[in-house]
């Protein structure tokens, strides 16, 4: 009874043994998913005495599009203006301000983030 057991158990397992994966999840996809990470918030405290360089202006922005869609998330907003700065080649972000907006053009409701991309020193 062991031994048909065994059997049928290796039988089954090799069945799987040719079995793929497909995923719409690219390499690259993940890397852009995950970029934002890569860039601190820092309030304008904790920037004092730190060694930084302004790449430039940055936005990030939600929108709900349509009435049936949840609420635009300022987070989602601030991910967004975190990847952007991940694009300009910062590590860093001074986040100046975050304001709801509602009846935008295209959107319902409107969540726009403006900031600064930091290329901050390491301590």
Not at 30 to 45: F, H, I, N, P, S
Not at 48 to 77: F, H, I
Request: hydrophobic letters at 35%.
């Amino acid at each position: 009874m062991r031994t048909l057991s065994l059997t049928f158990i290796a039988l089954t397992l090799s069945g799987c043994a040719n079995w793929g994966f497909d995923s719409n999840v690219s390499p690259a996809g993940v890397k852009d998913y995950y970029k934002a990470g890569t860039v601190t918030l820092y309030t304008r405290e904790q920037l004092a005495g730190r060694n930084y360089v302004t790449l430039g202006s940055v936005e990030g922005e939600a929108c709900q599009l349509e009435s049936n869609e949840a609420p635009p998330k300022e987070a989602d907003a601030r991910t967004h203006i975190r990847r952007r700065a991940a694009d300009m080649g910062a590590n860093g972000l001074l986040l100046d301000s975050c304001i709801r907006f509602d009846d935008m053009p295209g959107c319902i409701e409107h969540v726009l983030c403006s900031g600064q991309a930091l290329s901050v020193a390491e301590k």
